[in-house]
Nanobody
């Protein structure tokens, strides 16, 4: 059974940086398609960044040029480097995985980021709080 464990959340002031990590357990092969989602109180879960099996990346418009998604294939770990953080980035952040990319393969990255239901495996979430 695949398990995802996030870490790296915390509280920072606006303009600060955090790096989120998502370690993958229980899967022998490289996790090909993964994403970061976030959910603020009273809001729907939204896709923040997505990386596919060729390490191509896509981002939510509001985080482009500030956030970077990446994978460490040797460690089977997903990262989200977040720079120039803003108060509106405050949310619970979740990593999600689709081993083998079976569910997401036929869709555009934008569609994938708008449809969290495509991902079967989720981490427990890590809180990011940005103060002004």
């Amino acid at each position: 059974q695949v398990a995802l464990v996030e870490s790296g959340g915390g509280s920072v002031q606006a303009g600060g940086s955090l790096r989120l990590s998502c370690s993958v357990f229980g899967y022998t092969y490289d996790i090909d398609c993964m994403a970061w989602f976030r959910q603020a109180p009273g809001k729907e879960r939204e896709g923040v960044a997505y990386i596919d099996d060729r390490d191509r990346t896509s981002y939510l418009d509001s985080v482009k040029d500030r956030f970077t998604i990446s994978k460490d294939h040797a460690e089977n770990t997903l990262y989200l480097q977040m720079n120039s953080l803003k108060p509106e980035d405050t949310a619970q952040y979740y990593c999600a995985a689709d081993p083998g990319c079976y569910a997401v393969d036929n869709y555009t990255p934008q569609f994938v980021m708008n449809n969290p239901r495509l991902f079967n495996f989720w981490g427990q979430g890590t809180q990011v709080t940005v103060s002004s």
